[in-house]
């Protein structure tokens, strides 16, 4: 590397992979045709954008609708995702929300390993208390409110992030052995370095959630559109697909995402819409799943998301979400799906 002008910043061995910097910008041309080189990619900007920002409050009349649609409540005698080991890769986590704060267990601070994970955009922390928020004084509990919730910040306070720093994310899941990871974010085209790294995590048994975008589009990004991953689309309350939904190859499954009421900065609660917002109750429905039978592999948890799902209004290919149900049929299914 540094004999084609350049250096090495960053070694991600779980994934076989070194982030460079380039002083020309021709010089990792030279890789081409390189023996010990498998392939290379420029790095990219990757912005989290989600349509609807609502007003913030002190704290929310009831339970967020969300959570009520899943009927999570009923699942809670038998699993509240105790344990599960949760990844959040986006803008960090607010720590302090009273909503959060017992739930949280640290993290990594991929943009400046110096700092805390901590959130000054919002966005990270709206996701976290979707999956694990536990304060019913507030009305703000999540689908899995008992689970360990780690911040992976990879994206700034603006809510951008570079692919390598998402691939530093993923590596940093794989070491630390994370059970499911959120992914609240997408990119229009394919990156190859970013699906490899799909790859290997999901070698490894990482449930992995993404979010299919807010474009209204057949067009579902990456890294959604992946096979190994789940790729998530929005509802909203009248249970037909949000207006901004991405559908089309690469979405798995539907969930609540339209006019969300989750945890925010400074204590607070905050409407937001998105296929961002839709992603944390499909991760924690299988949090839940994953409490009950930790050895569930990526495939056998979308055997059961899919088998357990609910029709959406007006839609022949697209099933929402229904965590009681998915845990329901993990129950019957209990020591006949894994030998």
């Not at 249970?239 to 190859?249: A, E, R, W």
């Not at 055997?303 to 290919?317: D, F, N, P, R």
Request: charged content about 15%; hydrophobic content about 40%.
């Amino acid at each position: 590397m540094q004999r084609v002008g350049g250096r090495p910043l960053r070694v991600l061995p779980h994934l076989g992979m070194v982030i460079g910097e380039f002083y020309q910008e021709y010089g990792a041309q030279s890789f081409h045709g390189h023996p010990d080189i498998a392939f290379w990619e420029p790095d990219i900007k990757v912005t989290i954008t989600d349509p609807f920002l609502g007003a913030i409050a002190d704290r929310t009349a009831s339970l967020p609708w969300g959570i009520q649609r899943v009927e999570a409540p009923k699942a809670w005698n038998y699993t509240q995702g105790r344990g599960i080991k949760v990844a959040v890769i986006d803008t960090g986590i607010a720590n302090d929300h009273p909503a959060l704060k017992g739930n949280y267990k640290g993290g990594v601070n991929i943009l400046s390993q110096m700092f805390t994970p901590y959130d000054y955009n919002g966005h990270g922390t709206h996701v976290a208390g979707t999956i694990a928020g536990r304060a019913n004084d507030m009305g703000l509990v999540g689908v899995a409110p008992r689970v360990h919730l780690y911040a992976v910040k990879a994206f700034n306070r603006k809510g951008s992030a570079n692919l390598s720093d998402l691939l530093s994310a993923i590596n940093w899941c794989i070491e630390n052995k994370m059970d499911v990871i959120n992914m609240s974010f997408g990119m229009a085209k394919v990156s190859d370095t970013l699906r490899q790294a799909i790859v290997t995590a999901y070698r490894k048994g990482i449930v992995m959630i993404a979010a299919a975008g807010n474009q209204g589009t057949n067009n579902v990004e990456f890294p959604a559109r992946f096979k190994e991953t789940i790729g998530v689309t929005s509802i909203s309350k009248d249970g037909k697909l949000s207006s901004f939904s991405n559908v089309g190859p690469g979405v798995d499954i539907a969930a609540p995402g339209d006019k969300i009421t989750s945890s925010w900065l400074n204590g607070t609660t905050r409407e937001m819409s998105g296929t961002s917002m839709a992603v944390p109750h499909v991760v924690g429905t299988v949090a839940l799943l994953l409490y009950l039978r930790p050895d569930l592999t990526p495939v056998h948890v979308r055997q059961i998301l899919t088998y357990s799902s609910v029709g959406v209004a007006g839609e022949t290919k697209v099933r929402s979400i229904h965590a009681y149900r998915s845990v329901q049929t993990l129950a019957r299914l209990m020591g006949r799906l894994i030998p």
